[in-house]
């Protein structure tokens, strides 16, 4: 089972199945939809990452190094969801309207940073999605200093490898370990499944103990209606 089939479901519902599984830090905190209403997007992680400004190292002539995120930006392969350790940083712009113009360009699914970007209307003109933090118009050397892609990360308070599952809705951003994902997967889409069978005896009229969380009986009713629509 692919991410893909992950569309359907909500970062709500995965944050409570990779709770079962005993992983508790797996929303990025900061992370906000830019522009309200995108649709869930799913994809695999492509890190980078930026650490404190130094001012022999985050100067405009960084922008031309072979590491920069202008390199970074033409190794992401399409589909990719683009994750960018900021540190949390919301006064300097790690991407402008011409850099998201180029990953939207290359089929990059979205961009999610605990920091901001610059060049708001531009950046929006693009069509990339993105979750930030907000938006500031002072450019990235001004505040951070850009030194790897595809390597581990810490985004908004969470761990994030290369190829992790990557869940985006307006609930924010959620991380799937990569080994996890096909038994996230499946575990979220039975979830999703029950909690709409759930919603429909709620609008029913039926009251809430034993119904949410479902008790043996409530389990019983739902196999047994699960079976009838195989």
Do not use: H
């Amino acid at each position: 089972m692919t991410l893909e089939a992950l569309k359907g479901v909500t970062t709500a519902t995965l944050t409570t199945v990779l709770l079962k599984k005993g992983l508790r830090n797996v929303w990025v905190r900061g992370a906000k939809a830019l522009q309200p209403g995108q649709p869930r997007i799913v994809g695999r992680a492509f890190t980078l990452r930026f650490v404190p400004a130094r001012e022999d190292l985050a100067t405009p002539a960084s922008w031309s190094s072979p590491i920069s995120t202008r390199a970074a930006i033409e190794a992401m392969p399409e589909g990719c969801i683009t994750v960018v350790d900021a540190m949390g940083i919301t006064d300097a712009g790690i991407f402008g309207d011409i850099l998201c113009a180029r990953m939207a360009k290359k089929g990059v699914a979205a961009l999610v940073t605990d920091g901001v970007v610059r060049d708001l209307a531009g950046v929006l003109g693009t069509g990339l999605p993105v979750w930030c933090a907000g938006a500031a118009a002072p450019p990235s050397v001004a505040g951070l200093t850009f030194v790897a892609w595809q390597q581990p990360i810490g985004c908004g308070g969470v761990a994030i490898v290369p190829d992790d599952g990557i869940v985006v809705d307006q609930d924010g951003a959620v991380v799937i370990p990569q080994a996890l994902v096909e038994a996230v997967t499946a575990e979220s889409i039975e979830q999703e499944r029950l909690e709409g069978w759930i919603m429909d005896r709620v609008n029913e009229g039926e009251a809430l103990p034993g119904l949410y969380p479902a008790n043996a009986e409530n389990k019983a009713r739902y196999e047994a209606w699960a079976a009838d629509k195989r």
